[in-house]
């Protein structure tokens, strides 16, 4: 009687284990699809401040020579422009301040927290972190999560770990909503690409 009441017991408690652990594995599951829409978005804002930062720079190559060439065109012809069309010197002094207000902040964005040349390497940085995390997550999902060795403790604290490690990748820098959808639509239409090819290899 006791050794059937144990071998109970036994089944009752491998049954809640597998129940934890199917749940578990469809968390990791969206863990790890979050984890990549996040990375993919990431990258595709990274690109986005990269084509932003390189405007600038090639702005700051265009507005330097400007100003010099306004500032020492209006220094030697001062006098004669104001004889001839009085107009000509505020418009000169006012494309040369702009000029050298330009080239001014285009050298000395990239100091600033949220210049684009910033914000390309932060969700650079972040992309390559997620992506990271996305490998542990597929890995430990494949080894772990069935793996009867390993105990319920175990699992459930290196899951808890990757939640910790998910909020601090997520809070250096939030990936942005236009990049995210884009990067959902990006990878829903490589999911149908993949499921199309795999139905013609089958025809």
């Not at 995210?180 to 290899?201: F, G, M, S, T």
């Given at each position: 009687?006791?050794?059937?009441?144990s071998s109970q017991e036994r089944l009752k408690k491998q049954n809640e284990d597998q129940k934890r652990r199917q749940y578990?594995?469809?968390?990791?599951?969206?863990?790890?699809?979050?984890?990549?829409?996040?990375?993919?978005?990431?990258?595709?804002?990274?690109?986005?401040?990269?084509?932003?930062?390189?405007?600038?720079?090639?702005?700051?190559?265009?507005?330097?020579?400007?100003?010099?060439?306004?500032?020492?065109?209006?220094?030697?012809?001062?006098?004669?422009?104001?004889?001839?069309?009085?107009?000509?010197?505020?418009?000169?002094?006012?494309?040369?301040?702009?000029?050298?207000?330009?080239?001014?902040?285009?050298?000395?964005?990239?100091?600033?927290?949220?210049?684009?040349?910033?914000?390309?390497?932060?969700?650079?940085?972040?992309?390559?972190?997620?992506?990271?995390?996305?490998k542990e997550v597929k890995f430990f999902a494949t080894s772990d999560v069935w793996n009867s060795d390993v105990a319920w403790?175990?699992?459930?604290?290196?899951?808890?770990?990757?939640?910790?490690?998910?909020?601090?990748?997520?809070?250096?820098?939030?990936?942005?909503?236009?990049?995210?959808?884009?990067?959902?639509e990006e990878l829903d239409k490589k999911e149908k690409d993949k499921i199309k090819r795999q139905q013609k290899q089958k025809?």
């Amino acid at each position: 009687m006791g050794s059937w009441v144990s071998s109970q017991e036994r089944l009752k408690k491998q049954n809640e284990d597998q129940k934890r652990r199917q749940y578990l594995e469809v968390e990791l599951k969206k863990m790890q699809r979050n984890l990549n829409v996040t990375a993919t978005a990431h990258y595709i804002a990274s690109e986005y401040y990269s084509k932003v930062h390189v405007k600038l720079q090639y702005a700051s190559l265009l507005a330097g020579p400007i100003g010099i060439a306004g500032g020492l065109w209006s220094k030697l012809d001062w006098k004669m422009m104001v004889a001839n069309s009085p107009r000509v010197p505020r418009i000169v002094l006012f494309a040369t301040s702009a000029a050298s207000l330009l080239f001014t902040v285009v050298v000395n964005i990239p100091e600033f927290p949220n210049s684009p040349g910033s914000l390309h390497k932060l969700h650079f940085r972040s992309g390559i972190e997620c992506q990271y995390l996305e490998k542990e997550v597929k890995f430990f999902a494949t080894s772990d999560v069935w793996n009867s060795d390993v105990a319920w403790a175990t699992i459930d604290s290196r899951y808890k770990n990757f939640l910790k490690d998910k909020k601090e990748v997520n809070s250096k820098v939030q990936s942005q909503r236009w990049a995210y959808l884009q990067a959902l639509e990006e990878l829903d239409k490589k999911e149908k690409d993949k499921i199309k090819r795999q139905q013609k290899q089958k025809f």
